[in-house]
């Protein structure tokens, strides 16, 4: 059988270096470029000859991919551990809980016919929820951008794999876009935007995560949503997250939406423990960066 790569490469005439073969291997692996139209297929490949983010950001993820694995399996935890048990105690129990709210729409909306019952099952089934990731982009963050965006790369494969959605937030002190690609299916013009997408200045983090809230709100996401946040630690309105105001409604995304935070600061010497408490794990992106 064909190597799906040489049949892309020969179907638009390219000449490619086996560097930039796997390059281009990884990101059809990740992206399911197999899914776009032939023109949009084309499209890929003219814009990863043009975009040298592109290359750079494929490249990193190659390199990482031992770290990306241990993003996504074996991040530590930052809470104590009687935290954490309390933390898994309350989540089992919102989880018994949606999970009894679930049994009672279906007997709601089972229907009888003389001795046939019609029960809709497939509503009965707990889809996962988004992953929303929410990407530093400010001054700061400049020199790590390239690498934070392909620590994001692998992650469009594991919201294809789950049926979930993937959400990106670029922030600073304010959110100008975010981007949805639906059930992690490759969106190009959002795709293209997201690469090239640059801010400067410095970071708030409680206005995006007031943004992911509303987004929940919204759309009604009533199961598990991941929330993973690319940040340099050091926030300007740190001192806000351990307010009263934001200590409520953390808890209640945790709560309502069975939320997880997860963290990925450039530098551990910059992260604040107390300001991100709301995080139940944390990676430090050190050792990538050096």
Known sequence: MKDPIESLIEKFDQDLSLEQRNY?????????????????????IDYFFKSEPLRNMAAFALELA??????????PAIEKAERMANGKEQRLYYERKWSELRRQKLKQQTTKNGNIFYVPFHDYKQDPGPMI????????MEAYSELCK??????????????????????????????????GHLNLTDFKSFIEYKAKGE????PVLQFVRSLLHENQLGSEAEVIIFTEGTPIDGQHLVSKQAKAMLEEMKRKYLAEFSVIAMHEDNFNKQQFWFANKAFFADDAIQ
């Open 66 to 75: 031992d770290i990306l694995h241990e993003i996504r399996e074996n991040i």
């Open 150 to 183: 392909s620590m994001i790369l692998p992650l469009f494969m594991d919201a294809h794999r789950e049926n979930r959605d993937l959400y990106i937030i670029p922030y600073g002190q304010q959110i100008d876009v975010h981007y949805r690609f639906e059930n």
């Open 133 to 140: 990731i929410c990407l530093e982009q400010t001054t700061g």
């Open 203 to 206: 970071a708030e983090l409680l």
């Open 24 to 44: 281009l291997r990884f990101l059809y692996e990740n992206l399911h470029l197999e899914e776009l139209s032939k023109r949009e297929q084309h499209y890929f």
